[in-house]
């Protein structure tokens, strides 16, 4: 079996899945619950002034039937007391102490309310800060949130601001509402952050009541931009944290991989990619807490198979291996192979192809079934008709390649070689 | 008669008689199996669908919440979809043609989906086509069938005034008087009919026989353009000694009678033998074992392999608890009295294949006995051969011979349906009608 506990800065956790700052971590209630079902740990729901939140506060995006595919919420921070959710913290602390606690908190964007702030939360019990740099709504108005993530400059002030008084490991959490998220992840670790967790939710409009023509969600008639995160978000955090992960100064801290984690796979590839934890939301909101169950079964299972005794053997492993366009190698090909025993006679491999790509599959009408065969010489192997297709394995991609040795795109100028004909 | 009633009561009735194929409850039970469908490329399904119709559109359509789209879709090749989507065997066409089935899943209940579409549309009498300003054209149809009312919507879509002449006292033919009455409810096919016509500028005249009460040559003088579409209707006899008894009757009748008269009037024997194993056969006998017979025995010539039916309609009738006597081809009907008694059958084997490909049997020598105080007629009908010979349309056996699909051998007359066919789904027949009207608007240089 292997051994999937976690050591972020220290703080240990059972398992690398942790409840992201949101509102399943919002209350004792609710984080019992998380422990009981089995997380390693919780973020709990940021804490600052407290806030007035509105109704209705969530919207999601639907998908070929699937529900929640794209989650998008308005609710602010914490808008219970203070010293309620302090008291909470300390009982939740006591009853699971081999659980991580971490505390999101989202101060006044000065010197002294961070700093009140901090030493109010201090005794708390919890074993780490997030500082929330990243709420897209709402908060930023009052130049709080992802305000302080997008510019890297303020990051690096207010986590100077942090260090000054916390004595317990602190986590930046980065926004994603910028062009790139290396600037203020640079600005946090040069503030002197512990640690760095992205991404948080993406400013969204996730659709429109066509009857009404008022969008998502609804609040007496109007909308606002709310924050999108769940299985949608997460090709856009996994680039995001390896942008991170590549970069020399933002990549000295550990990371806490956030958004679309919804199955042990997807905090593998999050793990392979930088993280040494994984934080969940959206998955939990959809299913309830119970999902930790597949989620630590899963990637134990996995690490099995792959020989990983511990989490370390493989976190980062898959940094390296995204590279710069110019690196890749050009005399790589690769020819689409159609299975005809598999082949379920669709058409939507040659549809695409015909359609949107490099008219690359024969068709041999047949009634009503027609076959469909790649015409290999005309295959760029751009992969469209293996990724439409509806039968697992059926359509492969098969290595052909164009010349043994490497070479890049540079080389390949450099030696004025010849561009396509066509 | 040695038959009656087998007087079951109401709820038995009710219960032996509801739609075999219910519909989807809600509308979230339909996006799901909307959603499973693939949306394939030159859909297998279409090319089995004999009217064409554009299945993978027609449930995107529905997955998307474009629900009049959908039926649309459906109407435009099929002005009959919601009835085929309750009759038509589509094991052996589109759902039989399903990519799922070379995944060995469920293919995607398309007849369901179908008729959720198209039952809203009808429900909510959504009139999703506009016809064209007159063009002064007159066309008469004989038959308000499944090709008459296909021909009918098709020709005034394009401005054609269109008057059919129906022989029977209400429309859609042998959908209303000839199908099961677990698959269609006469309140449906009545509705489906008034849909239909609702487009305006068709006239259906009923209790109009062609030969009775109106002839070819008025029609000729009076119209345009003629489309016969008026099917066949004469079972096929057996020939055989003892027909003539009490207790004999053709399927036809017998439906026919079930689906004019209340349930509990209808005579039922308590032994029953349906001869024939088509899809006439089986609502016969399924029919008589759910209204109260206690056996019921389908006879069949030759063997499974060779039966005109889907399996899934033999599977049907053997949930039902019908007996199935393959190989047994009826000699004489013996009685009492002039009442049926008993049923001989030859014992058959199978010699060498026939003109349809087909094996066909060959009396052994051997017989069987059933004690019966029923026979039911399903061995096919017989086209109305005395009438297009008499109105010297040429025609095979009784079988109007067309060409161009539709061109009969006199000036202006179409025909299409079962009186060319000599019987075939509903499905086939509203094409027919489709493509009476193309030629017919050739004929006519509408468009």
């Known amino acids: ?422 | 008669m040695s038959i009656k009633n087998n007087h079951l009561t109401a709820p038995e009735y009710e219960l032996n008689f509801s739609d075999i194929h219910p519909p989807f409850e809600t509308q979230d039970a339909a996006l799901i199996e909307a959603n499973r469908c693939l949306f394939c490329y030159d859909p297998p399904c279409m090319k089995s669908c004999p009217t064409s119709i554009n299945v993978p559109k027609f449930i995107k359509q529905i997955a998307t919440d474009n629900l009049k789209g959908s039926a649309h879709t459906i109407f435009s090749s099929n002005i009959m979809g919601a009835g085929c989507s309750k009759v038509c065997p589509v094991e052996k066409l589109c759902e039989g043609a399903c990519v799922y089935n070379f995944m060995h899943e469920t293919p995607i209940h398309i007849a369901k989906l179908q008729r959720y579409a198209t039952e809203k549309a009808m429900d909510n009498k959504w009139q999703l086509f506009e016809r064209k300003p007159s063009t002064g054209k007159r066309v008469a149809i004989v038959g308000a069938g499944p090709a008459g009312l296909s021909c009918a919507h098709t020709l005034s879509r394009e401005g054609v005034d269109v008057t059919i002449y129906e022989k029977e006292s209400k429309g859609g033919g042998l959908m209303t008087y000839g199908i099961a009455a677990y698959k269609v409810t006469p309140e449906f096919c009545e509705d489906e009919v008034n849909y239909i016509t609702s487009i305006g500028g068709i006239d259906i005249k009923y209790n109009q026989e062609l030969g009775k009460n109106i002839t070819v040559e008025e029609l000729q003088r009076n119209y345009d353009a003629v489309y016969m579409a008026f099917g066949v209707g004469l079972a096929r006899q057996l020939e055989i000694p003892g027909e003539h008894l009490d207790g004999v009757i053709d399927a036809i009748n017998f439906i026919y009678e079930l689906r004019t008269n209340d349930y509990s009037s209808i005579a039922v024997g308590d032994k029953v033998a349906v001869i024939g194993m088509g899809m006439t056969a089986i609502d016969a006998a399924t029919q008589a074992k759910r209204l109260g017979a206690k056996d019921v025995t389908l006879l069949y010539r030759r063997t499974q392999e060779e039966m005109p039916c889907t399996e899934h309609e033999l599977n049907i009738a053997k949930l039902d608890g019908c007996n199935i006597i393959w190989l047994a081809s009826p000699k004489e009907v013996l009685g009492v009295g002039g009442k049926v008694t008993q049923l001989v059958c030859n014992t058959m084997k199978l010699g060498e294949p026939d003109a349809s490909g087909r094996r066909s049997p060959v009396a052994t020598g051997e017989t069987i006995t059933l004690d019966v105080d029923m026979i039911i007629k399903a061995a096919g009908q017989m086209p109305f051969e005395t009438l297009v010979n008499s109105n010297k349309i040429e025609n095979s056996k009784g079988k109007i011979d067309v060409k161009d699909k539709s061109l009969t051998n006199l000036e202006g007359i179409f025909a299409g349906g079962d009186c060319v066919n000599g019987g075939r789904e509903v499905v086939d027949a509203v094409q027919a009608g489709k493509d009476g009207a193309k030629s017919i608007m050739d004929f006519l240089s509408i468009n």
């Open chain 1, 1 to 422: 079996m292997a051994d999937i506990s976690t050591d972020f800065l220290g703080i240990k956790s059972p398992n690398p899945f942790w409840l992201a700052s949101a509102p399943p971590t919002d209350k004792l209630i609710n984080v019992v619950r998380a422990f009981e079902a089995g997380w390693g740990g919780v973020v709990w729901k940021t804490l600052g002034s407290q806030v007035k939140n509105v109704s209705s506060r969530y919207s999601s995006v639907n998908y070929g039937g699937k529900r929640m595919m794209g989650f998008n919420n308005i609710e602010l921070i914490s808008d219970r007391p203070l010293e309620i959710n302090l008291k909470e913290i300390l009982e939740v602390v006591k009853m699971f102490p081999d659980r991580a606690m971490i505390v999101s908190l989202m101060a006044d964007n000065d010197r002294k309310s961070w700093h009140e702030l901090i030493m109010k939360c201090e005794d708390a019990g919890a074993m780490g800060f997030e500082l929330n740099f990243g709420c897209p709504h709402g908060m930023t108005e009052r130049g709080m949130g992802a305000a302080v993530g997008q510019d890297p400059a303020i990051a690096k002030m207010v986590v100077e601001w942090v260090m000054e008084k916390a004595t317990i490991p602190v986590i930046t959490k980065l926004t994603p509402n910028v062009h790139s998220v290396v600037p203020t992840a640079r600005g946090a670790v040069e503030g002197g952050t512990n640690a760095l967790s992205l991404i948080n939710t993406i400013q969204s409009v996730t659709g429109i009541d066509l009857d009404t023509l008022v969008p998502n969600p609804y609040v007496a008639g109007k909308s606002v931009f709310g924050g999108y995160c769940g299985p949608a978000v997460k090709p856009i955090a996994l680039k995001m944290l390896t942008t991170v992960s590549q970069d020399p100064v933002a990549s000295r801290v550990p990371i806490s991989g956030i958004g679309g984690v919804s199955t042990w796979k997807d905090a593998a590839e999050f793990m392979l990619l930088g993280a040494t934890s994984v934080q969940v939301c959206t998955a939990a909101m959809t299913h309830g807490f119970r999902i930790v169950e597949d989620l630590c079964e899963g990637l134990s299972n996995w690490m099995d198979e792959k020989g990983y005794e511990k989490t370390t053997d493989f976190i980062g492993k898959s940094v390296e291996k995204i590279t710069h366009w110019e690196d890749l190698d050009i005399n790589y090909h690769h020819i689409a192979k159609i299975d005809q025993d598999k082949c379920v006679h669709c058409g939507l491999c040659y549809i695409a192809c015909e359609d949107t790509s490099h008219q690359s599959i024969n068709i041999e009408k047949g009634n009503p079934h027609n076959n469909y065969t790649v015409k290999e010489e005309e295959c760029v192997g751009c992969n469209l008709c293996k990724l439409v297709c509806p039968v697992e394995d059926c359509i492969t991609m098969e290595e052909h390649r164009v010349a043994p040795e490497y070479i890049n795109w540079k080389d390949w100028q450099a030696q004025g070689l010849p561009l396509n004909d066509h």
